[in-house]
């Protein structure tokens, strides 16, 4: 067993060594932390620059205004989600496509709320339709591949298929 490495995922651990595990989930607990703490500080950093080049009240309106704007194509955007949603359940088809453009709508709400301009962009980024369509196919993969590993899931996953 190796003792110099500890365990950070809470999983193949023994009192808290590192016995193994998916490095996978290791490496993306660290890059949690990174995107926690660099991203606002980003966001400071750049909005500092921007008020030293257009001044502040300039910057608070930028601000404020990719807030309204955003809030305004997430009410819309959602409302369409909504309404897909229902069209395919009623139709009894997978809604997979629109349950994850929710969950990309409702991160784009928050990071278009955050003040800054780098959420500012991520928001916009998660919220556009053409820009949503490659993150939907990379979530799908990423989510096909954690159930085919049972990495996340751990040993009972079921796949239930209906048959045609």
């Given at each position: 067993m190796n003792t110099s490495a500890r365990c950070l995922c809470r999983k193949n651990c023994y009192n808290g060594?590192?016995?193994?595990?998916?490095?996978?989930?290791?490496?993306?607990?660290r890059y949690r932390?990174?995107?926690?703490?660099?991203v606002p500080l980003v966001d400071i950093f750049l909005l500092i620059r921007v008020a030293e080049i257009v001044g502040v009240f300039v910057t608070a309106f930028i601000v404020i205004v990719t807030a309204f704007i955003g809030l305004?194509?997430?009410r819309s955007e959602?409302?369409?989600?909504?309404?897909k949603l229902l069209e395919k359940l009623e139709t009894r088809e997978?809604?997979?496509d629109q349950i994850i453009d929710g969950i990309c709508i409702i991160?784009?709400?928050?990071?278009?709320?955050?003040?800054?301009?780098?959420?500012?962009?991520?928001?916009?980024?998660?919220?556009?339709?053409?820009?949503?369509?490659?993150?939907?196919?990379v979530v799908k993969k990423w989510i096909e591949q954690m159930i085919q590993n049972k990495s996340s899931f751990g040993e009972n996953?079921?796949?239930i298929k209906r048959k045609e």
């Open positions: 060594e590192f016995t193994g595990g998916n490095r996978e989930n290791i490496i993306m607990v932390w990174v995107i926690l703490l660099g305004l194509l997430v959602g409302a369409h989600t909504i309404q997978n809604p997979a991160v784009a709400g928050v990071c278009l709320l955050t003040p800054g301009l780098v959420t500012d962009l991520v928001g916009f980024i998660l919220l556009l339709p053409p820009t949503r369509y490659p993150i939907r196919i996953v079921y796949i």
